[in-house]
């Protein structure tokens, strides 16, 4: 009789299954649908769109946003949020540019230092998320005023400087034709994409998102790959904050405030949903490129910048509103 339920709910199973992936392949398409339109838009709009310089600015601006899009794209997948990326990402920045600026370190383990700084609040995250239980909206916005406070406090809000020239290259350098901000975009991309496909904690991931209870009692072990994801997250965020400060070529206190907007509007374009359980890397990207082309393209047009928060602001009321759609067409099928 078991074996009977279960052949006869194999087929609705595999019915919700294809309509997920293509309601998810549907979002990512629109996303990309309006990335195209945007483009062709401001091709035409602008004499400057098309230009070598304008293109290499977008793609280095781009670099921070879709960096940290994609380790959001991994906590939204568990139904978590992270609000501390902006914060958290120019706490790791400055510290970073300081363990250059004060302590003399080389590019490289600074750049490491910055880093391992964004990863380590990643683990305050999701560790209070798990051990406290704590709503991860709570717990990382309590990260958000706590690094912008740490920060404040570290550079009593003044920019520092005295980096080396060699800095520079991380955000602004090149090779040959391809700014190094878009070869870190696609190494990062890879190696999202090969954790999120290939590898146990990137199934994890999804599961937990899908139904963590279900995760839970299935052996998943929900409270380690949850730290995991935050972690990775943080660790992006931090990464990120060193693109951003060597662009610059100080560390600036500043950076980062409302940076958290953009980058859950990338990864929800994109086709991730705030409810778990789907996103993907390449969505992620689409989304990362298509709100750079809509700031990128305001200020071409001489657009006021509060504008450019509005647009954004409606496109993720739309992401949503769609998002909440599809959700209610699976529900719909499964029952």
Do not use: C, H
Not at 26 to 51: H, K, M
């Amino acid at each position: 009789m078991m074996a009977t339920d279960e052949t006869a709910t194999a087929p609705g199973r595999l019915t919700v299954y294809v309509r997920e992936r293509l309601s998810e392949a549907v979002s990512q398409l629109a996303a990309a649908g309006a990335l195209i339109i945007v483009f062709v838009y401001l091709s035409f709009a602008s004499p400057r769109f098309l230009t070598g310089d304008n293109l290499f600015n977008v793609g280095s601006q781009t670099a921070v946003t879709a960096i940290i899009a994609m380790g959001m794209t991994l906590v939204i997948i568990t139904a978590g949020i992270d609000l501390s990326v902006g914060s958290v990402s120019a706490l790791a920045g400055v510290v970073g540019v300081q363990a250059m600026a004060q302590l003399g370190l080389p590019v490289s383990l600074a750049v490491l230092v910055g880093t391992l700084i964004g990863a380590l609040a990643g683990v305050v995250n999701g560790s209070l998320i798990t051990l406290t239980g704590i709503a991860p909206f709570i717990a990382t916005l309590g990260m958000m005023s706590v690094a912008r406070g740490v920060l404040d406090i570290e550079t009593n809000a003044v920019a520092v400087f005295g980096v080396p020239d060699s800095f520079q290259l991380l955000g602004q350098g090149q090779v040959g034709p391809v700014p190094i901000p878009v070869i870190a975009i696609v190494v990062v991309a890879v190696l999202g994409y090969f954790v999120l496909t290939r590898t146990r904690l990137g199934r994890y991931a999804y599961a937990i998102g899908s139904n963590q209870e279900a995760a839970r009692l299935s052996g998943i072990p929900v409270k380690r790959t949850l730290v995991y994801v935050y972690t990775i997250g943080g660790g992006l965020a931090g990464f990120a904050g060193m693109i951003a400060m060597s662009r610059v070529n100080s560390g600036q206190p500043n950076f980062g405030i409302g940076l958290e907007l953009d980058v859950i509007a990338a990864a929800v374009i994109g086709g991730a949903s705030l409810f778990g359980g789907q996103g993907t890397i390449g969505g992620t990207l689409i989304g990362a490129f298509l709100i750079a082309l809509i700031r990128n393209g305001a200020v071409l047009l001489d657009i006021n910048l509060f504008v450019q928060t509005v647009v954004i602001g409606v496109v993720i009321w739309l992401a949503v509103m769609w998002d909440r759609f599809r959700r209610r067409k699976l529900q719909s099928v499964q029952g």
